[in-house]
């Protein structure tokens, strides 16, 4: 990875209102979270660009993930669209871990609930891992951007 600077990070990111799906309390808390937490830490230097900082809207278009990215007050920026296909399997299965885990949250005991959180947060890694090796020729991420942006591009998928 190359030097950090001030400037390789995002300042802003949001979703696209018409791509999601309104979620339970539990799911809209950790949308919010991740965009906070991506906010406050991040490290995302699009490739071939020195610029920066960038604000970046997250979408789903015809089935395909879409990273809109610009610099900060700027109008017009840089568009990747991804293929979800190699992710599927990661928000499918993230998916069923999460519903068991607030389904836990309920009524398991507390072993239980650890158990299935360690879980979580496995194949959450796993994803961030996937999701950063798809951007790698693309944009440059670090592993805790890539967790937080798999929250969001997981958000994209919550149905209420």
């Known amino acids: 990875m190359t030097e950090r600077s001030d400037r390789q990070r995002l300042v802003s990111v949001s979703l696209d209102e018409a791509s999601i799906g309104r979620g ?20 995302f230097a ?3 660009h020195d610029g920066g900082p960038y604000e970046l809207a997250i979408s789903l278009v015809e089935g395909k993930l879409c990273f809109a990215m610009r610099e900060a007050g700027q109008q017009e920026g840089l568009t990747h669209v991804l293929s979800l296909t190699p992710l599927r399997r990661y928000i499918r299965d993230y998916k069923l871990v999460c519903d068991s885990y607030y389904d836990a949250i309920r009524t398991a005991s507390p072993t239980q609930i650890e158990a299935i959180d360690m879980g979580r947060r496995g194949l959450h890694d796993e994803a961030a891992e996937a999701l950063r090796q798809r951007l790698a020729d693309k944009i440059e991420i670090d592993f805790d951007t890539a967790r937080r ?3 969001l591009v997981f958000a994209l998928h919550w149905r209420g």
Request: glycine letters at 4%; proline letters at 8%.
């Open 149 to 151: 942006l798999f929250t």
């Open 46 to 48: 699009p490739c071939g």
């Open 24 to 43: 339970s309390p539990d799911q809209e808390h950790e949308r919010a979270v991740a965009i906070y937490d991506l906010v406050e830490r991040n490290h």
